[in-house]
């Protein structure tokens, strides 16, 4: 699904992500790690085409897309949860959701938004409440569903858990999770990992725009062993690493 070549990018003359290797396939959940300043929202960026590349090359489904601007990326199948959400806090959650739906016409809108309701049943119930109402959970809903309403292939998700409960935090990730079984792919970048590594295929370490370290779930693992005609190992029990 997508695939990062010795990517660096910055802003200016200011460097922050150095020569990173990244592949993301059909389904996959995948989580950057890392300290505050790392660069993890850089690359969700970067992937998107909000800062450029300075070397490499990104491909999306076999497409190279490097000096793509970032409304091509979205008709292509990309979409961004940003850090914070971003909502409009004015604007009703129906609203919000129709800023998301780039591209997308009637029927296939009004599918969308029926997928998001379905996945967030809270969201239908405050449909026509004013986004700037709703509590933190609620609003961190509208952003992953703003960005679902365009129906993307890739969905980049920007410290999903900030300032939630873990229990909020851990059936968001389940959501997504259940998006991934469908075929979504998803990167989301976080600064505490201790729920996002439960549920991700991947985990890419973070440290001063460098990946340090790249590790794969159990579940993971025991599939590729599988393939490989190695011994099968154990299924983990849900949110284990």
């Known amino acids: 699904m997508l695939e990062l070549k010795k990517v660096g990018s910055g802003y200016g003359r200011l460097p922050v992500l150095y020569d990173l290797d990244m592949t993301v396939d059909q389904g996959e959940m995948v989580s950057v790690l890392g300290s505050n300043g790392a660069g993890k929202s850089t690359l969700l960026k970067t992937i998107l085409g909000a800062v450029p590349l300075s070397k490499g090359d990104i491909n999306f489904r076999k497409q190279r897309v490097s000096t793509m601007p970032s409304h091509k990326r979205v008709a292509l199948g990309i979409a961004l949860s940003p850090e914070g959400r971003q909502v409009f806090p004015t604007l009703s959650v129906k609203e919000n959701l129709l800023t998301g ?11 969308q938004f029926d997928r998001c309701f379905e996945l967030f049943p809270r969201l239908k119930e405050r449909s026509s409440q004013a986004a700037g109402s709703l509590s933190g959970g609620e609003q961190q809903m509208l952003a992953v569903s703003r960005a679902l309403m365009s129906r993307p292939r890739l969905l980049l998700v920007d410290e999903l858990s900030l300032g939630l409960a873990p229990i909020i935090a851990e059936r968001l990730y389940a959501a997504l999770r259940s998006l991934c079984d469908e075929g979504l792919s998803v990167i989301m970048v976080e600064q505490f990992h201790l729920v996002a590594v439960g549920f991700s295929d991947k985990q890419f370490i973070m440290e001063k725009g460098r990946f340090v370290k790249v590790t794969q779930s159990a579940t993971k693992m025991a599939e590729k062993s599988k393939k490989e005609g190695g011994v099968k190992m154990p299924t983990p029990s ?3 690493f």
């Not at 739906?101 to 599918?111: I, L, N, R, S, T």
Request: proline fraction near 0%.
């Open 101 to 111: 739906a780039y591209g997308v016409d009637g029927k296939k809108m009004k599918e």
């Open 238 to 240: 849900k949110g284990a």
